[in-house]
């Protein structure tokens, strides 16, 4: 009952929404921070994912009361695993969603993750999703399995530990 309230309400704010915002210059930071006080308002249920659009860019006008204004450049979240980027990174976020939701159907199907036992740096195999007919495309960034839970990332594991 609360999240069909919720939407009743959204509803009535797009319609309300007579107020316009100015364009802005923030940061990917802001937007982070943003979208977490955005989260911790919505009820139970209701997932930060609403946020985003097919094309998974962040739709700022449910963001613009807190940022007190919409971004003069577009950003894009991973429906999958949050990740933030910008305009020149945006199809990083189309195809985490792609392998990620591959990476979990290969870890439910075969108990196990799709990546070569030998690799330290946990490289996803995307021959074997392929093979497994669990990925249609040959994704152009590299993805790697994390320690959190099989999630996927695009950060190489060896540039991290070089930053430290």
Known sequence: M?????????????????KSYPIID??????RNAIRTFTERLPKGVYRT???NEENEIDFNQLAHILGGLPSEKYYMSKETYDLFTENEKIIAFEMDLVQKA???YLKEYNE???LSFDPLRRINYFELNQKQLLKIQPQTQFYL????GMVTHVNPS??????
Do not use: N
């Open 113 to 115: 993750f799709p990546i």
């Open 2 to 18: 609360k999240i069909l309230h919720y939407f009743k309400q959204k509803k009535v704010s797009k319609s309300a929404k007579s």
């Open 50 to 52: 609403i946020l985003v």
């Open 146 to 149: 994390t320690d959190l839970d």
């Open 103 to 105: 990476v979990d159907q």
């Open 159 to 164: 540039s991290k530990a070089t930053k430290r």
């Open 26 to 31: 923030i940061s990917i930071d802001q937007v």
